[in-house]
């Protein structure tokens, strides 16, 4: 069975640019996540989509940051404009659907490593 | 709220010795509790959860926790490490009941394991 697939691996930009990262999540996932890894920490959660819709995008910075999934199952992750602060390893994740008190496995992607300079 | 505090940000051992990888968490409510393990360049590979019933958790590659409630910890044990097990170790929370079962994530430890 294929994994949480992530593109690019790496991207470097330069702040004020845009850049966009796209996820393809493990077959038949309903939930899909973004997350946040900055250097030294754990991974913080973006944004939680069951199938097309948004269930939770509470530490999305919103100024900045925005996120999709069209057709519930791929999905991108925009940035625009980057700062230096935005230097971190975005991780994708998905697990099947979440109902009635029932905890899924989340299957994480190798993620992309962005560097801002 | 939940929170997540990893005592420890490096651990170093040596091959064949036993290892504990500290993690205290807070929350209100009832919790799951996981670990994760990170190799380099590599996204997260789960190593063990806690969800319900007996307290003390077996995983994969030989890894073992223990839930204690009353002390809100969940240390991850290994009797003997190998090389391969150098990594960072993530512990993570969801408080249940939670409708968006948010993963919250201790800041990790870097196991350096010694030959």
């Known amino acids: 069975e294929a994994g949480v697939a992530q593109s690019p691996r790496y991207k470097i930009i330069e702040k004020r640019q845009s850049v966009a990262f796209w996820c393809n999540p493990i077959?038949?996932?309903?939930?899909l996540y973004w997350y946040q890894q900055i250097l030294g920490q754990g991974p913080k959660l973006l944004i939680q989509?069951?199938?097309?819709?948004?269930?939770?995008d509470s530490q999305l910075p919103k100024d900045r940051f925005s996120a999709e999934r069209l057709k519930g199952v791929d999905s991108t992750l925009k940035i625009q404009p980057a700062k230096l602060e935005d230097s971190a390893v975005y991780l994708c994740?998905?697990?099947?659907?979440?109902?009635?008190?029932?905890?899924?496995?989340?299957?994480f992607g190798p993620g992309t490593r962005l560097t801002v300079l | 709220a939940q929170s997540v505090t990893q005592l420890d940000s490096q651990v170093p051992v040596f091959e064949e010795a036993p290892v504990e990888l500290r993690c205290n968490y807070s929350?209100?409510?009832?919790?799951?509790l996981f670990w994760y393990v990170q190799y380099p360049n590599q996204g997260l590979q789960l190593l063990l959860k806690?969800?319900?019933?007996?307290?003390l958790v077996k995983g994969i590659n030989g890894f073992e926790a223990e839930f204690n409630k009353s002390q809100t910890s969940f240390h991850l044990r290994k009797p003997s490490v190998h090389i391969s097990d150098t990594a960072e170790y993530f512990c993570a929370v969801i408080s249940s009941g939670a409708g968006s079962y948010q993963l919250t994530f201790g800041k990790g430890t870097k196991l350096s394991v010694i030959p």
């Open positions: 806690y969800l319900s019933g007996s307290t």
């Open positions: 989509f069951q199938n097309n819709g948004v269930v939770d």
């Open positions: 929350s209100s409510v009832s919790v799951y």
């Open positions: 077959s038949g996932h309903a939930t």
């Open positions: 994740a998905s697990s099947l659907l979440l109902s009635g008190g029932n905890y899924n496995e989340q299957f």
